[in-house]
């Protein structure tokens, strides 16, 4: 895999809360119920090839793979260190998946190759070239009748989220998530995309986007 130069954010933007992720995730942003709403909505199944882009600490990634034991489930992540706490915990749990180093704007993979590809509150770190680079790279390693799976945070449909909404469109990275382009930006390449869902959270409401490749 070649070397690459490009900047990633943290998660939770700052180095100093990596160690923290997993609680607040659980906690906080109750990620175990929206990652098993997003896996129902995915609907994977045996022999499906499935990458989590963006995986982190391998949660949603490790979920996939415990709830379709035949499925080959790949991980890709920027951050070698959310990547070592992933392997370790996939280690725990006997759960076979592959972590790779990567972009999500430059994958590693072959056209065509995955059946499902997912991804969890990732896309807002994203700015809009990348976002629209991430969405033509899904469209290409997606194999035809494959399907994109994404939770983040999305236009705001709550009162909650609308006060909130101000205050995250002052981000660049989350504009296009707020202003609810993102069915727009990844269907461009060629999927047929749609929001079908929403999940609230204490930092805001987020959308269940689904894209499927014709």
Known sequence: MKETKQEYIPALSFRFLTPF???IQKYIVRDVRYKTLLIQQANIQAGHKVLDLGCGTGTLAIMVKESQL???VFGLDADPEMLGVAKQK???KHASVTFDTGFTNELPYPDATF???MSSIMIHHLKT???IKTAQEIFRVLKPGGELHIIDFGKPYTLYGKLLGPFLYRFE???DNIAGDLPKIFGDPG???EIVGHFWTFFGDLAFLKGKKI
């Open 129 to 131: 070239p990348d976002k």
């Open 115 to 117: 059946d499902r590809v």
């Open 191 to 193: 999927l047929k995309t």
């Open 21 to 23: 992720y997993d609680f």
């Open 70 to 72: 035949d499925a080959d």
């Open 90 to 92: 996939a280690d725990e």
């Open 173 to 175: 990275e989350a504009n």
